[in-house]
């Protein structure tokens, strides 16, 4: 049984990375595609851009739960008593999101 690895042109795991200030000494091209692809990436995060956005404030929001709960659970056990402090009222909040 030999260990030998296929690699294919369009093999969609396999990529390059390729830094910027190399790009200009490939050939024309080579250039033009590489530029398409980047292009091509830009317009694809920038139509999803808010949705990431969106995941990443949730993703925020969780660690901050996570903690607030772990906080509660700790004063809980020691008895100690303890209040939020006074925030925005919920308009302000949306007005704010």
Same mark, same amino acid.
């Given at each position: 049984m030999t260990d030998e690895v296929t690699e294919t042109e369009d093999d969609p795991d396999e990529y390059y990375v390729i830094p910027g200030e190399a790009i200009q000494y490939l050939p024309a091209e080579w %250039?033009?595609? #590489?530029?398409?692809?980047?292009?091509?990436? %830009?317009?694809? #995060?920038?139509s999803v851009d808010s949705e990431l956005s969106q995941l990443s404030r949730l993703s925020f929001a969780s660690i901050n739960l996570v903690t607030l709960k772990h906080v509660i659970k700790l004063a809980e056990k020691t008895g100690s008593e303890w209040s939020l402090p006074k925030g925005p009222a919920p308009e302000e909040l949306k007005r704010l999101s």
């Open positions: %250039r033009e595609q #590489l530029q398409a692809m980047a292009d091509d990436g %830009r317009a694809i #995060l920038k």
